[in-house]
């Protein structure tokens, strides 16, 4: 999978969350200043509610432009077998049932899917459990993620 385009498509699909986002704070901070949301009585929290939603959503938009401004700056590293893992290595696993996913390990936008070609890559940060585990290992290195019953082993059998 050629990691410069999937870079573009994390950065398209970041741009489309914050133009979304931003969007819909206006909206929220219209709908909590209008003369509607204004209170009837010291019970009414109409207004109070829809600032609250408004600033979270600001919130959020702020935190994805700040995904956004990193990844707009990431240089792509190489890596090979022998290479150990950080950031911005595209990772296959594979799991105790045989089955394999590829992650990217980014800076921000944990948790965001994306469909390059046919495959499907799951973006993660250092800071989650997957992630720390991958950091400085290599190919054919095995992490164990969870505890208990929950507990699962996965092996990394590529990283580019």
Do not use: W
């Not at 489309?16 to 200043?33: F, G, P």
């Not at 209170?39 to 600032?51: F, H, M, V």
């Amino acid at each position: 999978m050629d990691k410069a385009a999937l870079l573009e498509k994390i950065i398209t699909s970041l741009t489309n969350d914050l133009a979304l986002l931003t969007k819909a704070a206006r909206t929220a901070h219209e709908a909590a200043t209008h003369e509607e949301c204004l209170p009837d009585n010291k019970y009414d929290t109409t207004g109070l509610e829809a600032s609250y939603i408004a600033q979270g959503q600001a919130n959020r938009a702020q935190e994805i432009r700040q995904a956004l401004e990193h990844y707009q700056k990431l240089k792509l590293r190489p890596f090979d077998d022998t290479t150990p893992i950080r950031l911005t290595a595209l990772v296959t696993i594979e799991d105790d049932d045989g089955g394999y996913r590829q992650v990217f390990l980014g800076p921000d936008a944990g948790g965001l899917k994306l469909t390059v070609g046919d495959a499907e890559v799951v973006i993660i940060t250092p800071e989650s459990p997957v992630g720390r585990a991958l950091l400085g290992k290599v190919c054919g290195d095995e992490i164990q993620i969870g505890s208990g019953k929950d507990k699962k082993t996965l092996t990394i059998v590529g990283a580019a």
